[in-house]
């Protein structure tokens, strides 16, 4: 199983859940976002995905190359632009 499971969420697990992009706000890094953005939307998650430039913030997570996701706090991906589609099958769709 991925890292949201399919299927309705109620409002209250939904509120547990985040997803965050960290990014120096380059053009690579907005890509992420919005493919993020829009994967998080297909899949119906009703999240909103945070974008996180602050690099005191970045740094936090121990990411040394960027783009990064971070789901519930785990960096699951750094270095690499993932696709929507990817993103998608890495948030468990």
């Known amino acids: ?35 993020v953005k829009k994967a998080a939307e297909e899949l119906g998650l009703g999240i909103e995905v945070e974008y996180i430039t602050d690099m005191e913030k970045v740094m936090a997570y121990g990411v040394m190359s960027m783009p990064a996701i971070v789901v519930n706090e785990k960096v699951v991906s750094m270095g690499k ?13």
Do not use: D, H, P, W
């Open 1 to 35: 199983m991925g890292l949201f499971e399919s299927g309705k969420k109620t409002e209250e697990e939904t509120k547990e859940c985040s997803i965050k992009v960290l990014g120096a706000g380059c053009k690579s890094c907005r890509e992420q976002y919005e493919n």
């Open 81 to 93: 632009v993932l696709k929507t589609a990817e993103v998608m099958k890495l948030l468990g769709k």
